[in-house]
């Protein structure tokens, strides 16, 4: 998917669980006694208390193969980029610790939630639902956070970590996504070029029309800069009112801080006065 580039400091994580082992039966750095380990035959059992004439092989060092330790595997891009590191407790205490308010999503002011999942950019159904829901002020600016959770029977498992802005005046429907992603329900989006070919590379503009303020949102050389220094992991869409940001994810409080420096960019150009 993407080649390695400078990342967001929030992408600096810790081993992920990915690095695959070799289960301990496959291998294993013991080896079966020589001729110099076995005691000479001799009349008789052991003496009391002595050791066995050969003491069994050493149990193998986890991880160790036929030749040695073996090195973990390295993460490739699609799991470097969308691996799980959601962590509802720390973006919740992270929430109250500056203020914000958290709310399970179910009530009347959660409503526009659900218009906001609908038209996301990923595949939503009937299983996903907005949760864990932070509301709060990053600087000036007015921001939701929640997670969009997939519900099967027990289960509810955050499949994407979505923050997002209320708009103080209408703009068209855009959509703001990596160039390398697949996308679906582009039909009648215009692609709208920055005119800056390195970021048009990475990131494309579409939009239900061709205006002053989606232009402007393209020729922003701050926004330009902000996204070109991060992983192509997120996307960005309008809809009931908000500009929002979404990445396949769980909600952390460093996830939290990097939707809202990127938002903040662009809300300022969607609306000048801000």
């Known amino acids: 998917m993407s080649s390695p580039r400078d990342r967001d400091p929030f992408d600096d994580r ?8 070799e289960p301990r039966h496959l291998g294993g750095e013991g080896a079966n006694p020589g001729p110099d380990d076995v005691a000479p035959a001799g009349p008789g059992p052991d003496a009391p208390g002595e050791p066995p004439p050969w003491a069994p092989p050493p149990a193998p060092t986890p991880g160790a193969g036929l030749f040695g330790p073996r090195r973990p595997r390295t993460p490739g891009a699609v799991e470097e980029v969308f691996a799980y590191q959601g962590d509802l407790v720390g973006a919740q205490a992270w929430a109250l610790q500056n203020g914000w308010t958290v709310s399970d999503g179910t009530g ?5 939630l659900a218009d906001l999942v ?24 007015d921001l939701v956070a929640f997670d969009v959770v997939y519900t099967s029977g027990r289960y509810r498992v955050p499949q994407y970590a979505v923050t997002a802005a209320p708009l103080l005046t209408p703009v068209p429907y855009l959509r703001l996504s990596p160039a390398r992603l697949w996308k679906h329900r582009t039909g009648g989006l215009v692609p709208v070029p920055s ?22 949102l393209a020729g922003d050389p701050a926004v330009r800069g902000l996204l070109l220094g991060t992983d192509d992991g997120d ?27 990127l938002l903040s960019a662009m809300v300022r150009v969607l609306h000048p006065v801000w």
């Open 14 to 21: 810790p081993d992920d669980g990915t690095g695959w082992r």
């Open 235 to 261: 996307e960005f869409w309008t809809a009931a009112g908000h500009l929002a940001a979404v990445r396949p994810d769980g909600h952390r409080p460093q996830l939290i801080e990097h939707h809202a420096r």
């Open 118 to 141: 609908a038209s996301a950019p990923f595949r939503a159904h009937k299983d996903h639902r907005p949760a864990g829901v932070l509301r709060g002020r990053y600087g000036t600016l």
């Open 108 to 112: 009347p002011e959660d409503a526009v």
């Open 195 to 216: 005119g800056d070919q390195a970021f048009d590379a990475r990131w494309q503009l579409l939009a239900a029309e061709d205006g002053p303020s989606v232009r402007a």
